[in-house]
């Protein structure tokens, strides 16, 4: 029985809108986690001046 190798090419297709990463680098998405984990940051700072809404 032969085995049979798959070579997948990845190309970057998009990137990060806030870093600028490319979808390779951050598994397919439009933002990468380190840059959603500093928009919760910045959000729950943000928060705790303040009791009216953002929109």
Same mark, same amino acid.
């Given at each position: 029985? #032969?085995?049979?190798?798959? +070579?997948? *090419?990845?190309?970057?297709?998009?990137?990060?809108? !806030?870093?600028?990463?490319? *979808?390779? +680098?951050?598994?397919?998405? #439009?933002? %990468?986690?380190? %840059?959603?984990?500093? %928009?919760?940051?910045?959000? !729950?700072?943000?928060? +705790?001046?303040?009791?009216?809404?953002?929109?």
């Amino acid at each position: 029985m #032969s085995v049979t190798s798959i +070579e997948v *090419n990845i190309q970057p297709t998009h990137k990060c809108s !806030f870093c600028g990463k490319t *979808n390779v +680098e951050v598994a397919g998405v #439009s933002i %990468c986690q380190k %840059c959603v984990f500093q %928009c919760v940051d910045i959000v !729950f700072k943000y928060a +705790e001046k303040t009791n009216s809404p953002t929109y």
